[in-house]
């Protein structure tokens, strides 16, 4: 199980001071064949709420569909997939190559339950939407309010500040 790690500029400067180390201390420092192994990153989400469902966002441009895995387990939500390597072209030299590749993970541990069965994924123009339905139990209720003699009055279940004078 992977844990949430949010992206950190400085764990990234850090990595980068390494392998400057690396390569100003070690003469026989291959720096192209370190650079091009694949590595895991964590995958960038979005996530917000409404009403009725979570919906979770993630950019995943150069990702096939057929590339990603979703499932669900212990309430714990994980999106898996790999970003293959493009193959080098003969006769080319790169003179920058910043496009990830490699595996990519990320869990996520929802507040509430969820209907697993219910759980739509959609892949369009390089972003995975999941549509996640709450469970009917944690759904806001409407109450039904009697009184007396009168009629009875609707009452939502969310609270709102009330003034007198």
């Given at each position: 199980?992977?844990?949430?790690?949010?992206?950190?500029?400085?764990?990234?400067?850090?990595?980068?001071?390494?392998?400057?180390?690396?390569?100003?201390?070690?003469?026989?420092?291959?720096r192209e064949t370190d650079w091009e192994q694949p590595v895991?990153?964590?995958?960038?989400?979005?996530?917000?709420?409404n009403q009725d469902e979570y919906v979770v966002r993630a950019s995943l441009p150069g990702v096939n569909s057929d590339d990603i895995e979703i499932t669900y387990n212990n309430n714990m939500l994980t999106i898996r997939g790999e970003i293959k390597q493009e193959e080098e072209h003969k006769g080319e030299t790169y003179h920058l190559r910043e496009r990830r590749f490699g595996s990519f993970s990320r869990s996520l541990s929802l507040p509430n339950p969820i209907k697993p069965e219910a759980i739509e994924a959609q892949?369009?123009?390089?972003?995975?939407?999941?549509?996640?339905?709450?469970?009917?139990?944690?759904?806001?209720?409407?109450?039904?309010?009697?009184?007396?003699g009168q009629r009875q009055k609707a009452i939502e279940g969310k609270s709102t500040a009330v003034r007198t004078k």
């Amino acid at each position: 199980m992977a844990g949430m790690t949010r992206w950190d500029p400085i764990r990234e400067m850090m990595t980068l001071r390494r392998a400057m180390d690396r390569l100003l201390e070690d003469p026989f420092y291959n720096r192209e064949t370190d650079w091009e192994q694949p590595v895991s990153w964590n995958l960038a989400v979005d996530v917000a709420e409404n009403q009725d469902e979570y919906v979770v966002r993630a950019s995943l441009p150069g990702v096939n569909s057929d590339d990603i895995e979703i499932t669900y387990n212990n309430n714990m939500l994980t999106i898996r997939g790999e970003i293959k390597q493009e193959e080098e072209h003969k006769g080319e030299t790169y003179h920058l190559r910043e496009r990830r590749f490699g595996s990519f993970s990320r869990s996520l541990s929802l507040p509430n339950p969820i209907k697993p069965e219910a759980i739509e994924a959609q892949f369009d123009s390089g972003v995975l939407t999941l549509r996640i339905p709450k469970t009917e139990e944690v759904k806001p209720k409407r109450i039904q309010v009697r009184s007396g003699g009168q009629r009875q009055k609707a009452i939502e279940g969310k609270s709102t500040a009330v003034r007198t004078k």
